[in-house]
């Protein structure tokens, strides 16, 4: 798949389905400061389309990005900042709490973890909540520009273990340098089809009920 436009759509604080909330939505999550904000900018071969920045805990708010005119990416602040207050973090929890049981256009979400380090518990909950609540999600190991190729495997074992996915489900990603960045959007693609399809077999079966 091609990047052919992306465009900034709107902030929200509270999560509402409702206009320009319209299409379906590939969701990024992970731990503050793990590459969220950067792997969007990589992908859409933008420099600041989205802020990013050295200190956990940017993204404050639920940023939608409308893609090829097609589906919205959307980019959600980071969880387990050590430094933010329980407020903070307690109005963190809620707003994705209401994101991820109202968002009824979410399709898939990218989770990201540092593939230089271990999931960390909040990691291994958000996989473990996915699968509860039957939202299909891909682990991408950001940062791999920070390790050699030959490395890879040895950071990526650990990680299938906690998240328990299989090594060749992962994708090493790095928006430093653009390493994975050609697979991650072949992977997209790929969701996008096969919603494509399940959307013409439900429009077939409906029709095919009249
Ligand atoms: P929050 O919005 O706080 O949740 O963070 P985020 O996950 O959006 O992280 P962000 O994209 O802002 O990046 C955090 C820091 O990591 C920045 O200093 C980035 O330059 C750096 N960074 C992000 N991706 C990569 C990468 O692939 N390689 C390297 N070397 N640094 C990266
Ligand atoms: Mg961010």
């Not at 509402?16 to 904000?37: D, Y």
């Not at 802020?51 to 956990?56: R, V």
């Not at 959600?76 to 009824?104: Q, T």
């Not at 299909?136 to 495997?153: E, H, L, N, Q, Y």
Request: one cysteine or more.
């Amino acid at each position: 798949m091609q990047i052919r436009s992306a465009e900034f759509v709107t902030s929200l604080a509270e999560y509402r389905e409702q206009p320009p909330i319209s299409l379906p939505q590939l969701a990024v999550v992970g731990k503050s400061n793990v590459g969220k904000s950067s792997l969007i900018n990589a992908l859409c071969n933008r420099k600041k389309l989205c802020k990013t920045s050295s200190t956990p805990g940017k993204t404050r708010l639920i940023n939608v990005f409308l893609i090829n005119e097609a589906f919205h990416l959307v980019d959600l602040p980071g969880y387990g900042f050590a430094k933010v207050d329980k407020a903070e973090k307690k109005r963190w929890g809620e707003m994705m709490d209401a994101y991820f049981h109202n968002s009824s256009y979410l399709f898939h979400a990218l989770l990201l973890v540092d593939i230089r380090h271990e999931p960390t518990q909040d990691d291994v909950a958000m996989a473990q909540f996915f699968r509860q609540v039957g939202v299909p999600f891909t682990v991408v190991a950001t940062k791999a520009d920070k390790i050699s190729r030959g490395a890879r495997m040895k950071h990526i074992a650990p990680i299938c273990r906690a998240m328990l996915v299989q090594p060749w489900e992962i994708i090493p990603f790095s928006s430093e340098d653009g390493s994975g960045r050609d697979a991650l959007l072949g992977h997209i693609g790929e969701l996008l089809e096969l919603l494509r399809e399940e959307a013409r077999t439900s429009g077939e079966e409906e029709h095919s009920m009249q």
